[in-house]
T-cell receptor, first 111, second 113 residues
Framework: GAGVSQTPSNKVTEKGKYVELRCDPI?????LYWYRQSLGQGPEFLIY????????DSGLPNDRFFAVRPEGSVSTLKIQRTERGDSAVYLC?????????FGPGTRLTVL | AQSVTQPDIHITVSEGASLELRCNYS??????LFWYVQSPGQGLQLLLK??????LVQGIKGFEAEFKRSQSSFNLRKPSVHWSDAAEYFC???????????FGKGTHLIIQP
């Protein structure tokens, strides 16, 4: 993806565990998005940051999901008490204008 | 809330043949419209976008799309497909007060020799 890296590329965890997924913009874009792509589906919006603050978190499915971006650059998506239904590819995107450029994603598998 | 429909889950096209992938959206005003391509193991790549102006937009890799307000459609076309075009194609819309893109479920394009 243009200008953004995501780590880890793959994460396997057990049901009930806590995970953190990282998005690292290479360049300084103020707008950052998280999406989740389940198998056979299009990406679904989770949360949007403008700078350090979450401008729109309406897509977070429940309170087990949380995301931060403390310095307005790197963002971390945190999932507590993971469930098998959380298995998906989690995508980060930057939006210098109204276009969104996606990172390679983190594939999360919850066993 | 806006929605995006891609009616075709799978499409098979012969190499060298023309292609049209359908996309319909539901939104009150003129949204921003996008087509993305996702190859196996690859991230989402932006093919083209429509914001305003000329309703026929050109993108990368020889793709184009036409915005038709009367039909609420934004279909993707290519005159002659190559085997490397085999991938998943997603139509997306931005608008309606939502900050994130709303994607369709995607169309899986298969290229046969």
């Amino acid at each position: 993806g243009a200008g953004v890296s995501q780590t880890p590329s793959n994460k396997v965890t057990e049901k009930g565990k806590y995970v953190e997924l990282r998005c690292d913009p290479i360049s300084g874009h103020t707008a950052l998005y998280w999406y989740r792509q389940s198998l056979g589906q299009g990406p679904e919006f989770l949360i949007y940051f403008q700078g350090t603050g979450a401008a729109d978190d309406s897509g977070l499915p429940n309170d087990r999901f949380f995301a931060v971006r403390p310095e307005g650059s790197v963002s971390t998506l945190k999932i507590q008490r993971t469930e098998r239904g959380d298995s998906a590819v989690y995508l980060c995107a930057l939006a210098p204008y109204n276009e969104q450029f996606f990172g390679p994603g983190t594939r999360l598998t919850v066993l | 809330a806006q929605s995006v429909t891609q009616p075709d889950i799978h499409i098979t096209v012969s190499e060298g043949a023309s292609l049209e992938l359908r996309c319909n959206y539901s939104y009150g005003a003129t949204p921003y419209l996008f087509w993305y391509v996702q190859s196996p193991g690859q991230g989402l790549q932006l093919l083209l976008k429509y914001f305003s102006g000329d309703t026929l937009v050109q993108g990368i890799k020889g793709f184009e799309a036409e915005f038709k307000r009367s039909q609420s459609s934004f279909n993707l076309r290519k005159p002659s497909v190559h085997w490397s075009d085999a991938a998943e194609y997603f139509c997306a819309v931005l608008g309606g007060g939502a900050d994130g893109l709303t994607f369709g479920k995607g169309t899986h394009l298969i290229i046969q020799p």
